[in-house]
């Protein structure tokens, strides 16, 4: 009997994940994407695109694909996607994995301000020069600032409204430190606002931040489900392995993780 387990996707580490599984005997992988990026990066294997209509929805759809577990992987902010795995899943008693990377810690010499929402960033924020990297969704929290200058970077065009006086870049990570730094220098960026997303692909704005000498407006992830978590592909995997040790499959291949998870 082959085992399915879908992937909820749109992730770094939900691409990985798909990856090593790929070609294990008697599994499965389904990824699905929102569909939100017009070009998106897919992932090996089958992949499904667009919203399941909710809770019912994915319950429904889990029920009619036979899945028989699900990995919640997407970003740290999908808040909405990873309520309807939860509920879906309670309801259909299938098994929920949520592989989520480890949030950003500050070390010394870090001018960090952590706020808890993107509201709360907006209406304290430090400096005149912004670089705002808060998702294509998140930028309509400062559309009302009449009076700083926004660098807006986002992998896709954000979505309106825009702060008055604002600049666009559309850019997809990895970034580099040094791309950082000159970016930085060359838009005189006195504040850096960022969610707290976690792990390597855009973290080096926040080295950059620091030897800038820069405050780096923090805003904390959503309350996580109380469901199972883990922070790797690799611990994913043997999650997997140890619910299915008799499929024959093995994930041998636990420490390959690059990404920081
Ligand atoms: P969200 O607010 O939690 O989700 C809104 C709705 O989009 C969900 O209710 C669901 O629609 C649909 N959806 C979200 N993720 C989906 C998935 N993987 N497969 C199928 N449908 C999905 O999510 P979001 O913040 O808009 O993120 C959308 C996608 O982009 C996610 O896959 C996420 O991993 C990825 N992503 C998000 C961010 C971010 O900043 N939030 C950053 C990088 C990547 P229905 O209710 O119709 O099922």
Redesign the pocket.
């Known amino acids: 009997m082959i085992k399915r387990v879908l992937v909820?996707?749109?992730?770094g580490e939900?691409r990985d994940l798909a990856t090593r599984l790929a070609g294990r005997p008697g599994l499965e992988v389904v990824s699905?994407?929102?569909?939100?990026t017009s070009d998106p990066v897919r992932p090996p294997g089958r992949t499904?695109?667009?919203?399941?209509?909710?809770p019912a929805?994915?319950a429904a759809w889990l029920h009619g694909e036979r899945i028989d577990a699900v990995i919640d992987?997407?970003?740290p902010?999908?808040?909405?996607?990873?309520a309807?795995a939860v509920a879906a899943t309670a309801e259909r008693g299938t098994p929920l994995l949520v592989l989520r990377r480890p949030g950003w810690t500050a070390g010394p010499g870090d001018d960090w301000r952590r706020v808890p929402s993107l509201a709360a960033a907006a209406a304290g924020l430090p400096g005149e020069r912004v670089l705002l990297t808060v998702?294509r969704?998140?930028v309509r929290a400062f559309a009302g600032d009449q009076r700083r200058w926004f660098l807006i970077r986002s992998?896709e065009t954000p979505e309106p409204p825009l702060p008055p006086r604002a600049e666009v870049v559309t850019a997809r990570g990895p970034f580099a430190v040094a791309a950082e730094l000159a970016l930085m220098g060359r838009h005189a960026v006195d504040v850096v606002v960022t969610?707290d997303?976690g792990g390597t692909m855009t973290a080096a704005k926040l080295t950059a931040a620091r030897r800038r000498g820069l405050p780096v407006v923090m805003v904390d992830r959503p309350p996580a489900p109380d469901s199972p978590t883990v922070a790797t592909t690799g611990e994913a995997i043997t999650w997997l392995e140890r619910r299915w040790a008799t499929m024959g499959w093995s994930g041998s291949d636990t420490n390959t993780d690059t990404d920081g998870g």
């Open positions: 909820l996707g749109g992730t939900a699905s994407l929102a569909g939100r499904r695109v667009g919203g399941f209509g909710g929805g994915l992987a997407t970003h902010f999908a808040a909405a996607m990873t309807a998702g969704g998140g992998v969610r997303s």
